[in-house]
């Protein structure tokens, strides 16, 4: 079963539960947002209040990610746990505390914490999971991915990957492949007079 388009009226009043595998192209997923191995399974819990819908659940899935250190693809089956708000356009608003004043005053502790869960906007009364759950996915997603904590990275002079073997090259502070690229475009003849 795939990724299910609810109305309001196919939701009974005790709520509903399913289970469902998802294509991450259901998700319009870019290659830039996260690649994924096989199909997510989706565990989802939908509860109605009035026109409102309160959903939460897991989306789980194996992520291929590439090491920033060593630049290898790998595998990372991740769980992923949600919970999201959707919303008629003439749903009763919840009474939400106007203050919502603009405060210079960032650390301002209680502010803001009020709803964790992101609300949504049901479409037609419809109930339109892909959008919710790529955001989700997105966010699961790390900026820096390491194929492990400690993975050793690339050699910067050979290139020879660090984690199969040591090479000869003498030691030098081994950083990010990013600090390699940043040195080889600012190499070459000096130009700054010293
Ligand atoms: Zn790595
Ligand atoms: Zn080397």
């Known amino acids: 079963m795939a990724l299910p388009s609810l109305h309001l009226s196919d939701i009974p009043a005790e709520g509903l539960q399913l289970t469902c595998s998802v294509q991450p192209e259901e998700l319009q997923l870019e290659p830039g947002d996260a690649r994924v191995d096989g199909d997510f399974d989706l565990a989802i819990a939908i509860a109605k209040v009035g026109r ?34 959707y ?48 955001e989700q996915v997105i966010l699961a997603t790390p900026m820096q991915p390491l194929c ?29 492949p990013f600090v390699v690229l940043r040195k080889m475009s600012a190499g070459g003849p000096k130009r700054r007079g010293e």
């Open 52 to 85: 409102a819908v309160h959903v939460d659940g897991t989306l789980t899935g194996t992520f291929v990610r590439q090491c920033v250190r060593c630049l290898k693809d790998y595998d990372e089956p991740v769980r992923i746990p949600f919970t999201a708000d």
């Open 148 to 176: 492990r904590e400690d993975c050793r990275g690339l050699c910067q002079t050979c290139g020879q990957d660090l984690n199969e073997c040591r090479c000869d090259c003498p030691e030098e502070r081994r950083e990010s």
């Open 87 to 134: 919303r008629g356009e003439e749903a009763p608003a919840k009474p939400q505390p106007k203050r919502a004043k603009p405060r210079d005053d960032e650390n301002e502790p209680d502010a803001a914490l009020e709803d964790e869960s992101e609300t949504y906007a049901l479409v037609e009364d419809r109930l339109e999971l892909a959008e919710m759950l790529r």
